[in-house]
């Protein structure tokens, strides 16, 4: 079968040098979802592709595209968007590298509109709101599970499917159910279990995230406890739905510097 010229916008998420010349590039498109490309011949003349081959520029792209190659071609490039602040700050480049590999890692060769938009929609306002960045993350985090089809939900109890209410959790704090992702209601978590449990004032925190876009999600301020206990409770649940799951590269490095 002959390749097609296609066309599309798209993100690089990764780009890796290939033999003397050449990259292989690895794209979030809105036509195809994530893409890996061959850039071939782009590093014999440096200014060809300019910066369009790096991550986080927002490119329009031509591609020579055969459905039953896993490596496409790339035929021209040209940048769109770069997010030049995201690179004045080290702790909000660190916070764009880090979802950006967290896309790479668990987005399909499929399209996704909507998941393109909300990668573009978030580097956007980290781009424009660097100081929301942890903020920022977190949400994403929620955003991204709903995509890949394991949103977390706070209406009714996993269990008994009462909804869920912040004020009737009196003497326990609710646990955190993985596999169906939600909270287990005051009743059911009354019951001594062997899952993870949040603090009552973080519930309406995560209520907020969860009902926020990215444009509200900047004005939840959330403190470092309850920044600590949903990055916990996020990994848990990342973890549990995807297989081979590890902490990320960008986020450990973040971690390191933070010490
Ligand atoms: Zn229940």
Redesign the pocket.
């Known amino acids: 079968m002959h390749s097609t010229i296609v066309k599309t916008d798209a993100l690089v998420l990764k780009s890796l040098k290939y033999g003397d010349t050449s990259k292989i590039v690895t794209f979030y498109t809105k036509e195809f979802g994530k893409l890996t490309a061959m850039a071939k011949g782009v590093r014999k003349t440096s200014a060809k592709y300019g910066t369009a081959l790096e991550p986080l520029s927002v490119v329009s792209l031509v591609l020579y595209h055969k459905n039953s190659r896993e490596i496409q071609l790339v035929s021209e490039c040209s940048t769109m968007r770069r997010f030049t602040a995201l690179t004045e700050q080290f702790d909000v480049l660190t916070a764009a590298l880090t979802l950006v590999e967290l896309v790479y890692k668990t987005s399909h060769e499929e399209k996704n509109e909507t998941l393109f938009h909300l990668l573009l929609g978030i580097l956007e306002k980290l781009n424009s709101h660097p100081n929301s960045s942890p903020t920022l993350l977190l949400w994403f985090h929620f955003q991204l599970a709903e995509q890949l089809g394991f949103g977390f939900q706070l209406e009714t ?6 909804p869920i209410q912040e004020s009737s959790y009196r003497s326990h704090n609710p646990f955190v159910e993985l596999a169906r992702g939600g909270i ?2 005051a ?3 009354s019951v001594d279990r062997p899952l993870q449990q949040l603090n009552r004032e973080t519930l309406s925190l995560l209520r907020a995230l969860l009902e926020s876009d990215v444009h509200s999600a900047t004005a939840i301020s959330i403190s470092a406890s309850e920044h600590k206990e949903l990055k916990i409770l996020l990994h848990n649940y990342f973890r549990f739905h995807i297989e081979g799951w590890k902490p990320l590269k960008s986020e450990r490095i973040f971690s390191a510097m933070a010490q």
């Open positions: 109890c996993p269990l008994c499917r009462r287990l209601c009743t059911c978590s």
